[in-house]
């Protein structure tokens, strides 16, 4: 596995704006996929958003035109800027790579007035 650690989680108001990272500390390979899942309270985890080392992306449907993924190559590092929040966006984060499969701690994004 490799170690993965997640910040920039918050409470956000509807229509505000967050940045979420991601980082690979003391990884010396270039890792070839990066995503973002979340996890809302009694749903299952789900796909957020991907970018591989040639920086192609993919999103779900309902956070396309507001979410944006990017990465830093040299850092191994993985960003997620999200915009227009909405309440339903309110979940645990977590970052993933899969190969090898590795899930970072989770970060808390709160979306409410």
């Known amino acids: 596995q490799v170690q993965l650690v997640e910040s920039g989680g918050g409470l956000v108001q509807p229509g505000g704006s967050l940045r979420l990272s991601c980082v690979a500390p003391?990884?010396?390979?270039?890792?070839?996929?990066m995503d973002w899942y979340r996890q809302a309270p009694g749903k299952q985890r789900e796909f957020v958003a991907s970018?591989?080392?040639?920086?192609?992306?993919n999103y779900r449907d309902a956070v396309k035109g507001r979410f944006t993924i990017s990465r830093e190559h040299a850092k191994n590092t993985v960003y997620l800027q999200m915009s227009s929040l909405k309440p339903e966006d309110t979940a645990v984060y977590y970052c993933?790579?899969?190969?090898?499969?590795?899930w970072g701690q989770g970060t808390q994004v709160t979306v409410s007035s």
């Open positions: 003391g990884t010396m390979f270039t890792i070839a996929v």
């Open positions: 970018i591989t080392s040639g920086s192609t992306t």
């Open positions: 993933h790579i899969p190969h090898p499969n590795s």
